[in-house]
C-alpha cells in the first residue's frame, strides 16, 4: 500500500491517542540492502554501526536492531555471492555502541538452538549492566542442519522442538537473571527440565532494568504463542494496515491465558520508508531502489530459487521458463523457502503473462515490498494510522542503505509524529523498559533470602 | 626498534580486574590509566565460576572509549562454541579498529560444567588440547575470508569473490566446523592470542598458538631458560621464535613509597606467592627490577597485575613508567595503531591466500 500526497492536516494529540515505538534496523545481509549505491558504506567498519545508532538516537527510537546469520548463504553448494555478505557478532558491537549512545536500546538476535542459558543470560545480563539497562534479545529458533555444521551439536532439532526449547531456554534464563538476591549477594539456582538440566551460581547481579527485554520474531501459531506466553517485542512480517490488524488481534487475544494485558506485549513489523518531496517523486524513487535491488543477476538466483535449477542461460530481460520446477533439489540453502514452488513457478508465470513482465520484472514485482512510500506528511499520517487503528504499535524501520539510510527519516518524518502528538519529544527514562512502556519485572518470591 | 643496550624495547600490559564490579566506568577508568602509561595492552580475566561479567564485552565496550592500548579479554574454550569464540574476538578487533587479543582458558571443574550441564568436567590436560584446536580453528575462520575478498563489482553484480571465502572444514576431537565465518577476516589478520603459560597444561598452546606468553619466574635467571624453553619449543613447532613475545607475569603491591619496603626486594626479585610472584615496593624500585631483568636479556617484557588496581595501577603509570621511558626502555608514545604494531609482530600472511598462491 502507498501513501496519497493528501496533506493530512496535524492534529492536536488526542486523549485516547497511542504513542508510537520505533526502532533501527541495521541494514541486513540479504539483497534489500543495496550495495550498488554510490552512497553504500561498510557494512562491517564500527563507524557504520555507529552512524546508524547516533542516527536512532538522535530521533529518540527506542532501540537499535541486529539480526543474525550463522553461516553464509550457498547457492549451487557454493557461497552466494551477490549480495552484501559479512557482518560482525551481535553483542560485541553492541557493547561497543554502549560506549557512543545514552539511551539507545540495544537488540541483538541470539539464536535459542546453537546456545546456552547460562552462556546467553550471562552475556545479556552484561550488556544491560555495561549499557546501564538497554540490552534487548531477539530470541529466533532457526535451524537447519546446513547452519549445524558450524556447531559442536550439529544440526539437531526438529522444526517441533524449536519453540519449546526457546521456551525453556527463556524461562532458565529468567531464572538466572532472578537468581541474585535482593542484597546483592549470589544465590543458587537450580533447573531441571526437558532441555536443560544445570545448577549452580550467577555470575551477574540483576540488571538495571530487572531482565533484558526480550523480542520474538517467528511466526508460526507456535511461534506466537511462545511470543504472548513469554516476548515484550514481537518483530513481525506483517506491514499492511489488514494483515497488521489480524495478526495484531490474533497475538493480543493470545495474552489473557498467561495473565498478560494488551500493554506487555508491543507489536512491531519491520517496514521500509521511502520518502520524496511529493507522492510521485517517492513513487519514483521506490522503483530505483528495487531494480537495485534486483540486478539481472539477482533476478535469476531468485529464480533459480524457485526453480531449483540452474537457469543461467536465460535472459534476466526475456521471458520466465516454461518448464516445471524441480521441488527439493537442494540448489539454495541458507534461506526461507517461499511456499510450494510449482504453485510459485504457476502464479509467477501468470502474473508474467498477464502483464508482460520479464523475468527481472516478474521478481521485482513479486518479491520487493516497499511499506511506506511518500511525502513526509503523507507517511506520518499513514504509521500514525497504523498505529492509531491497532495494526501495529510501533515499527522497525529496515533501510536499504548502510549507514545513511534513516537520515532522512530522522530529520523529516520524527517531527511531523512529534507536531501529531503520538511520538516522544525527549527520552522520559534512561532504560528500555521505560522508552517501551514496559513493566519491570516482578522477581519471584523465594523462600529464603526474603525476610523482609 | 631497539634500545642502547641493542636490546627491544620493553613490552608492557596490566590486568584491570576489579571485584564486584559490574558497570563500565571503572574499567574504562583503569583501561584509559594504562593507556596513558603507552602500556601494549591490558587484561582481564574472566570464568562462568565466579560472580562477574563477561570480559570481552567489558573491553568491547571499552574499545570506542579509548583510542591505542590492546585488549585482552580471557575467553574460556571449554563450555563454548569455538564458532562463536572466534566470532566474538574478530568482532572485538574491528569495534576497536585493530586492537584486540584474547587469553584462551579452559573450564575444569564440575561446578563450571554444571552451570551447563552438557558435559561432565575433565582433566586439564584435554581441556587445554581442546583449547589448542580452538585457537587452531580460530586462525583459520580468521583466515576463511581473505582480505581483498570483498569486491563490491558493479559489472558483475557480485559483491564478494567466492574464490576468496574458504570452507575450513575442521575436525576436532571434540567438534567440527564448516565455515567460513560470517565476519570478515579482522583488521589485524589474526587478533592478537595471549597464553598463561605459568599454568603447566597451557605450555604447549602457548608455544604453538600465542604471540604473547606469560610465565613466572622468581629472577632473571629463571625467567631466561623459561623464555628459551619456550621459544626452542615453538621452533619445534616450526614456527619462528622471534614471533613469540614471552612476558613475565609479576603481582605488584605498590603500596610501600618510593622505595621497597621490604629490604633488599627492589633490585633483587619477587616473592613466591600462592597467585604467582609478587613485588612489594615502591614504583622507583620497581623500575629498577624491570630494567634489572631487562638488561640480562630474561624477558621481552612484564605483565603486571594490581594487588589493588586503582592505587597500584596509578603507581605504575605515574612512577615506574616515567623512569623505564627517561632510562629509554619504554615507548613515550605509541608510534603504530593496531596492537600487533605495539608488540613489534607482523600481520599474519592468510593461510588460505598463500595456498592459493603456490603454484604447486
Ligand atoms: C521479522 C523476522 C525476523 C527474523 N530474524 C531472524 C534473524 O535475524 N535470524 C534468524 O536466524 N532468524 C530470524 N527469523 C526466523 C525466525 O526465528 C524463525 O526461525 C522463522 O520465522 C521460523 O519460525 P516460525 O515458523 O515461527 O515463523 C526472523 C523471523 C521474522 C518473522
Do not use: C
Request: cysteine-free; hydrophobic content about 40%; glycine content about 10%.
Amino acid at each position: 500500500m502507498t501513501s496519497t500526497d493528501e496533506q493530512r492536516k496535524p492534529r492536536g494529540r488526542r486523549p485516547l491517542d497511542k504513542h508510537i515505538h520505533l526502532a533501527a534496523h541495521f541494514p541486513g545481509v540479504n539483497n534489500t540492502t543495496v550495495w550498488t549505491d554510490p552512497r553504500s558504506r561498510s557494512q562491517i567498519d564500527f563507524a557504520s554501526f555507529e552512524h546508524l545508532a547516533r542516527t536512532a538516537e538522535r530521533g529518540l527510537f527506542d532501540f537499535f536492531f541486529l539480526a543474525e546469520g550463522l553461516r553464509l548463504r550457498e547457492h549451487k553448494g557454493r557461497v552466494h555471492d551477490l549480495d552484501v555478505v559479512g557482518r560482525p557478532e551481535s553483542l560485541t558491537v553492541l557493547n561497543a555502541l554502549a560506549a557512543v549512545t545514552e539511551r539507545l536500546g540495544l537488540a541483538a538476535t541470539v539464536n535459542a538452538t546453537f546456545n546456552e542459558p547460562y552462556e546467553t543470560a550471562r552475556r545479556f545480563a552484561t550488556l544491560d549492566h555495561l549499557s546501564g539497562g538497554r540490552a534487548a534479545w531477539n530470541v529466533v529458533t532457526s535451524s537447519d542442519a546446513f547452519t549445524g555444521e558450524n556447531f559442536r551439536r550439529g544440526g539437531y532439532l526438529d522444526r517441533a522442538d524449536r519453540y519449546t526449547r526457546a521456551a525453556e531456554f527463556v524461562a532458565t534464563a529468567r531464572e538466572l537473571w532472578d537468581s541474585w538476591t535482593p542484597e546483592g549477594q549470589p544465590h543458587p539456582f537450580a533447573h531441571t527440565g526437558r532441555h536443560f538440566d544445570i545448577e549452580g551460581e550467577f555470575t551477574l547481579p540483576r540488571s538495571p532494568q530487572g531482565h533484558p527485554v526480550v523480542i520474538q520474531a517467528g511466526d508460526s501459531p507456535e511461534g506466537r504463542e511462545f511470543a504472548a506466553s513469554a516476548a515484550d517485542v514481537i518483530f513481525t512480517r506483517h506491514g499492511t494496515l489488514e494483515a497488521g490488524r489480524a495478526f495484531y488481534a490474533d497475538v493480543k487475544g493470545r495474552l489473557a491465558k498467561y495473565g498478560r494485558t494488551a500493554e506487555d506485549l508491543k507489536i512491531m513489523p519491520g517496514v521500509t520508508v521511502v520518502l520524496g518531496d511529493t507522492a510521485a517523486e517517492a513513487q519514483e524513487r521506490a522503483a530505483g531502489i528495487r531494480r537495485q535491488q534486483v540486478s539481472p543477476q539477482n533476478a535469476l538466483l531468485t529464480l533459480e530459487q524457485v526453480w531449483g535449477v540452474d537457469l543461467s542461460s536465460y535472459d534476466p530481460d526475456g521471458p520466465l521458463p516454461d518448464i516445471d520446477p524441480v521441488v527439493g533439489s537442494g540448489l539454495s540453502q541458507g534461506r526461507t523457502q517461499r511456499g510450494d514452488p510449482l504453485v510459485v513457478a504457476e502464479q509467477w508465470r501468470a502474473l508474467s503473462r498477464a502483464k508482460g513482465l520479464s523475468i527481472r520484472q516478474t521478481v521485482i514485482e513479486t518479491t520487493t515490498r516497499q511499506s511506506f512510500i511518500g511525502t513526509p506528511q503523507a507517511v506520518a499520517a499513514e504509521l500514525d494510522e497504523f498505529v492509531q487503528s491497532d495494526a501495529a504499535d510501533g515499527f522497525i524501520l529496515v533501510p536499504h542503505l548502510t549507514p545513511g539510510g534513516l537520515d532522512e527519516f530522522v530529520d523529516q518524518v520524527v517531527p511531523l509524529l512529534q507536531e501529531r502528538g503520538v511520538y516522544r519529544t525527549e527520552y522520559t527514562g534512561t532504560t528500555l523498559r521505560s522508552h517501551l512502556g514496559l513493566k519491570e519485572p516482578v522477581r519471584p518470591a523465594r523462600e529464603e533470602g526474603l525476610t523482609a | 626498534m631497539t634500545t642502547s643496550t641493542g636490546r627491544g624495547l620493553l613490552h608492557l600490559a596490566a590486568a584491570v580486574d576489579q571485584p564486584d564490579t559490574y558497570d563500565a566506568d571503572p574499567y574504562l577508568t583503569l583501561t584509559r590509566l594504562a593507556e596513558r602509561g603507552a602500556l601494549d595492552f591490558v587484561t582481564l580475566g574472566d570464568s562462568f565460576g565466579r560472580p562477574g561479567p563477561d570480559a570481552l564485552a567489558v573491553l568491547s565496550r571499552v574499545a570506542p572509549a579509548t583510542a591505542r592500548i590492546g585488549l585482552v579479554p580471557t575467553v574460556t574454550t571449554t563450555h563454548t562454541e569455538p564458532f562463536h569464540v572466534q566470532a566474538a574476538v574478530a568482532t572485538l578487533d574491528w569495534v576497536s579498529r585493530g586492537r584486540a587479543g584474547w587469553r584462551p582458558e579452559v573450564s575444569a571443574t564440575e561446578e563450571e560444567a554444571r552451570l551447563f550441564g552438557r558435559r561432565a568436567a575433565a582433566p586439564a590436560a584435554e581441556l587445554w588440547g581442546e583449547a589448542g584446536e580452538v585457537a587452531d580453528v580460530a586462525t583459520r575462520l580468521w583466515d576463511s575470508w581473505e582480505d581483498d575478498a570483498e569486491i563490491r563489482d558493479v559489472a558483475t553484480g557480485r559483491f564478494v569473490d567466492r574464490e576468496k571465502l574458504h570452507h575450513v572444514d575442521f575436525q576436532g576431537a571434540t567438534f567440527s566446523v564448516r565455515g567460513p565465518s560470517i565476519v570478515p577476516r579482522p583488521p589485524q589478520g589474526h587478533p592478537v592470542t595471549v597464553v598463561d603459560a605459568t599454568q603447566q597444561h597451557a605450555y604447549d598452546v602457548a608455544a604453538r598458538h600465542a604471540d604473547v606468553a606469560l610465565v613466572n619466574a622468581a629472577g632473571p635467571a629463571q625467567a631466561a631458560a623459561v623464555r628459551a624453553g619456550l621459544r626452542r619449543r615453538a621452533a619445534e613447532h616450526g614456527r619462528d621464535p622471534d614471533a613469540l613475545r614471552v612476558l613475565a607475569a609479576l603481582r605488584i603491591d605498590l603500596g610501600g613509597g618510593e622505595h621497597a619496603a621490604v629490604p633488599g626486594h627492589g633490585g633483587g626479585g619477587p616473592l613466591p606467592s600462592d597467585l604467582g610472584p609478587l613485588y612489594r615496593g615502591g614504583p622507583v624500585d620497581l623500575a629498577d627490577l624491570v630494567a634489572a631483568w631487562h638488561r640480562a636479556g630474561a624477558v621481552d617484557g612484564f605483565h603486571f597485575t594490581p594487588v589493588e588496581p586503582r592505587r597500584d595501577l596509578e603507581r605504575l603509570v605515574n612512577g615506574t613508567v616515567p623512569l623505564l621511558q627517561h632510562r629509554g626502555l619504554f615507548r613515550t608514545f605509541y608510534p603504530g595503531s593496531t596492537f600487533r604494531e605495539h608488540l613489534g609482530l607482523a600481520r599474519p600472511v592468510n593461510q588460505y591466500a598463500a595456498l592459493a598462491g603456490d603454484p604447486s
